[in-house]
């Protein structure tokens, strides 16, 4: 690899690292460490072709095009964490795997059954991964930044919410959302 392709897969890591919040090569990996998959099964269940799936992890590609493919990560993320923490088993996450695999998106925030805490709300990771995606299937980060930079001077918590939600790292909104409560 030359110095100019080295060059554009750095760049392509991090604008993965804005958009998802790490590289889409980490978090595939994750993926098909967590639930014993290969990457032609994810590839299979994401809807994405191989060379695809390649291209992301490899960070020849940045962007995921399809929101239902990101929904479909999103998915696969949250089933992850249910499958390591036993609240679903190596069985049942094989069939949510399906099911995921068949998901053609729709709207980012769903009415769907979801994670809960004890009090029975929704997780406040999953609350903040579904203001993330609304906000970067809207438009991309270096966009969402812009619209924060011009905002801030009139609006500066409207322009800290976009930095932090629409470009920024899910533990960082995650942080700002628990802050933000009560």
């Known amino acids: 690899m030359d110095a100019a392709q ?17 590289p889409l ?11 014993g998959l290969n990457q ?14 390649s291209q992301l992890m490899s960070g020849q590609r940045a962007k995921i095009g399809n929101p239902a493919v990101v929904q479909r990560v999103q998915a ?25 695999k ?3 998106g729709g709207s980012v925030l769903t009415g769907t059954a979801q994670p809960t805490t004890g009090s029975g ?8 991964r579904e203001i993330q995606s609304l906000l ?21 918590e409207l322009a800290e919410f976009l930095r932090v939600y629409g470009a920024g790292r899910t533990a960082d909104a995650v942080a700002h959302y628990e802050s933000h409560q009560n």
């Open 121 to 128: 709300g929704p997780t406040v990771r999953r609350v903040v």
């Open 25 to 35: 090569g980490a978090l595939f990996r994750r993926l098909i460490d967590d639930l």
């Open 136 to 156: 970067r299937s809207v438009a991309a980060a270096g966009d969402i930044i812009d619209a924060a930079d011009s905002l801030a001077p009139a609006h500066p």
């Open 76 to 100: 696969l993320q949250e089933l992850a964490v249910q499958v390591a923490d036993g609240t679903v088993s190596a069985a049942e996450a094989t069939d949510r795997m399906d099911e995921i």
């Open 6 to 22: 080295q060059e554009a897969t750095a760049r392509a890591r991090e604008l993965q690292r804005s958009w998802y919040g790490e």
């Open 102 to 104: 068949k998901s053609q």
């Open 40 to 53: 032609a099964r994810l590839a299979a269940v994401l809807g994405l072709s191989a060379p695809m799936l």
